[in-house]
C-alpha cells in the first residue's frame, strides 16, 4: 500500500556529488521520520541521516559538513545531497519512513523502505 522509489545514483569521481531522491507514495496519512541508511560492501547497513517531520536533522559522523538531507512534505519526498564524496561512501543507499495509513477509520504505523540505489565513487 506504501512505496518508496530512489533514484539518483551512480558512478561518481572522488570529490564529486550526487542528489539522491525517494518519493513515497500510496495509502499515506503521513509520514513521519525520513531516512538514508546505506550498506558498503561486507559491511552492515548503517543510517547515515534522518530527518523529522519538522525538519530536525541528525548525521552520522563520517558524513557530517558534507551530506544535507532535506525533505518536501507537500510530495512526500526526501532527499539527499552528497558533496565531496569518498572512495568509502561507495554503498546502496536506502530510504526509510516512518508512515501512518490510514484504513477503515484507524490509523496503522509501520517503517518502509525503498529498494536501494548504488551509489559507486571511483577514479
Known amino acids: 500500500q506504501v512505496q518508496l522509489v530512489e533514484s539518483g545514483g551512480g558512478l561518481v569521481q572522488p570529490g564529486g556529488s550526487l542528489r539522491l531522491s525517494c518519493a513515497a507514495s500510496?495509502?499515506?496519512?503521513?509520514?513521519?521520520?525520513m531516512a538514508w541508511f546505506r550498506q558498503g560492501p561486507g559491511k552492515e547497513r548503517e543510517l547515515v541521516t534522518s530527518i523529522t517531520n519538522d525538519g530536525s536533522t541528525k548525521y552520522t559522523e563520517s558524513v557530517k559538513g558534507r551530506f544535507a538531507i532535506s525533505r518536501d512534505n507537500a510530495k512526500n519526498t526526501v532527499y539527499l545531497q552528497m558533496n565531496s564524496l569518498k572512495t568509502e561512501d561507495t554503498a546502496v543507499y536506502y530510504c526509510?519512513?516512518?508512515?501512518?495509513?490510514?484504513?477503515?477509520?484507524?490509523?496503522?504505523?509501520?517503517?518502509?523502505w525503498g529498494q536501494g540505489t548504488q551509489v559507486t565513487v571511483s577514479s
Open positions: 500510496g495509502n499515506i496519512f503521513s509520514i513521519g521520520t
Open positions: 526509510n519512513a516512518e508512515v501512518t495509513i490510514a484504513m477503515a477509520s484507524r490509523h496503522y504505523r509501520n517503517d518502509y
